[in-house]
């Protein structure tokens, strides 16, 4: 059974974003629940990218997706895949998010990523720092590569449209490129660097040194899976697989599994997806790079970590329930051939699936409804690790009734 010492909040969700918003609301004098059906770290946030993504400031699609739909259809490898079989399924998503690329919702879209994103960097180095652990994070940017001449043209289309929204990046010749990053294939043309960004280490250590953080300062927590519950004037029963308990306000923050749960509680059906991700780690490479690079034409990521080289970066939508596709995570393996002097060693290399929260227009929802008693903060597509400082932050003033203009477009009655 769940503990039944009286609880201030529930949060539904030990990802990332959950275990953050569980400190800091504990931080504010709330007794706190933090509960998930896995250990704290086991969802998403074990294996995402481990990149501070500041720089991706625009949507996860645009028009040029109907051109590439065929191709998701039929290539099982692709960077970007839909299952013909869950098609059906994905249809009322993928038709909101054509209609959110039209101008105006596109550009209302780019602004909110852009407003959580210039935030993040320094919610993070103030989380991190509060806690003892800012060797955690890098702060060395991160690197573009292209290596076909007809990119060029794509790369500097690219940095126009982030330098017009403020985003710091700077042109890196192929020379420039050997002298940082050695081990990289001399043959690269160039790039675009970020410096206001950098990487984690390790984003599944990340979560646990927060988690400890949280018990340090208080918060409980309850291994179970919430299926549903009711709110009343007292606040919200929550009825789970190992009992129902009270408390006065919860806050769902359980990525690509909160749509459920929101619906219940508040009536509100939301468009939630899920982008199931893939990472392959590799043991042997830790020394390959000193910061993170993605490849513009393969488009995936490699992350340098504590554990090894991580890439990532290819997205399938086939929901919720279909078995992982392995082969996805290989094929990681195979884009990375010929980017370095020395292709890299999958010696004991092992792979990842993880589901990413997505809506359709990009934005996660982080919001308070239903008289106080109903926080949210969930839908952060490949921005969780991102964002989830930030959020912290915000979800600790929303706890406090307390919200500025900037939240609005975060809220869930945009839907």
């Known amino acids: 059974m769940l503990e039944t010492a009286e609880t201030d909040i529930a949060v539904v969700g030990a990802g990332i974003v959950g275990v953050a918003c569980a400190l800091q609301l504990a931080r504010q004098g709330r007794r706190v629940l933090l509960v998930d059906r896995q250990a704290p770290g086991q969802g998403a946030s074990y294996g995402n990218a481990g990149h501070l993504a500041t720089e991706q400031v625009f949507p996860i699609a645009d028009l040029s997706i109907l051109k590439r739909l065929p191709r998701m259809l039929l290539d099982p490898m692709g960077p970007l895949r839909l299952d013909w079989k869950y098609l059906p399924k994905a249809m009322p998503w993928f038709s909101r998010l054509l209609l959110n690329l039209r101008p105006a919702p596109f550009q209302r879209s780019v602004a909110g990523i852009r407003t959580l994103n210039e935030g993040s960097l320094g919610a993070w180095q103030r989380l991190l720092g509060s806690i003892g652990r800012s060797e955690l994070f890098q702060e060395d940017g991160s690197l573009l590569v292209f290596e076909k001449p007809e990119s060029r043209q794509a790369l500097e289309a690219l940095r126009a449209r982030m330098q017009q929204q403020a985003v710091p990046v700077d042109f890196w010749s192929a020379e420039a490129i050997r002298e940082a990053a050695p081990q990289l294939n001399p043959s690269l043309l160039g790039g675009l660097f970020f410096p206001k960004t950098g990487h984690f280490i390790d984003p599944y250590r990340v979560v646990c040194e927060l988690f400890?953080?949280?018990?340090?300062?208080g918060v409980r927590f309850a291994r179970a899976q919430v299926e549903g519950g009711r709110l009343h004037s007292g606040g919200v029963t929550l009825v789970s697989d190992h009992g129902t308990f009270n408390t006065r306000q919860v806050l769902i923050s359980c990525g690509a599994h909160s749509a459920k749960l929101t619906a219940v509680l508040t009536g509100?059906?939301?468009?939630?997806?899920?982008?199931?991700?893939?990472?392959?780690?590799?043991?042997?490479?830790?020394?390959?790079?000193?910061?993170?690079?993605?490849?513009?034409?393969?488009?995936?990521?490699?992350?340098?970590?504590?554990d090894g080289l991580r890439l990532a970066g290819t997205v399938e939508f086939a929901g919720l329930e279909a078995p992982p596709s392995m082969q996805r995570a290989w094929q990681l393996h195979h884009l990375s051939k010929g980017l370095f002097r020395q292709d890299l060693s999958a010696e004991g290399a092992t792979p990842w699936m993880g589901f990413r929260p997505s809506l359709p227009d990009s934005l996660p929802v982080i919001d308070r409804v239903c008289d106080g008693r109903v926080l949210l903060a969930f839908g952060h597509q490949h921005l969780g690790l991102t964002q989830a400082a930030v959020t912290a932050e915000w979800v600790g003033r929303l706890a406090e009734q307390a919200s500025g203009p900037e939240m609005g477009a975060y809220r869930l009655d945009r839907f």
């Open 212 to 217: 400890e953080a949280a018990k340090t300062s």
């Open 268 to 306: 509100k059906r939301v468009p939630l997806d899920t982008e199931r991700g893939y990472h392959l780690m590799l043991p042997g490479e830790r020394q390959r790079l000193p910061f993170a690079v993605t490849s513009l034409e393969r488009k995936f990521i490699m992350t340098p970590m504590a």
